[in-house]
């Protein structure tokens, strides 16, 4: 079965910097698209960063925080630099292969920015 395990989140000051990494069983090279979604508390879960053929990024982060694949620890790493309040929640990872609709979801690390 697929499964996909977030980690990396934690406390952060203001302005501050996390790495977050996503594993996922076998490889992420059996995953055509690979996405970082989060929630706030009392919000919907949005997009936050994906990669397939190409990187997009949603409107708030960019310029902030960049999508990579680490060929070497099999991840796919969200780096989220100048981190504010509004940045906390839960972030997911996520993946998706082009020839099923199945969508896989992490159970998700909890990123917290203090003012």
């Known amino acids: 079965q697929v499964q996909l395990v977030e980690s990396g989140g934690g406390l952060v000051q203001a302005g501050g910097s996390l790495r977050l990494s996503c594993a996922a069983s076998g490889s992420i090279f059996g995953f055509d698209y690979m996405g970082w979604y989060r929630q706030a508390p009392g919000k919907e879960r949005e997009l936050v960063a994906a990669?397939?053929?190409?990187?997009n990024y949603a409107d708030p982060v960019k310029g902030r925080f960049t999508i990579s694949r680490d060929n070497a620890k099999n991840t796919v790493d969200l780096q989220m630099n100048s981190l504010r309040p509004e940045d906390t929640a839960v972030y997911y990872c996520?993946?998706?292969?082009?020839?099923?609709?199945?969508?896989?979801w992490g159970r998700g690390t909890q990123v917290t920015v203090s003012s």
């Open positions: 996520n993946a998706k292969r082009d020839y099923e609709d199945r969508i896989y």
């Open positions: 990669i397939g053929r190409g990187t």
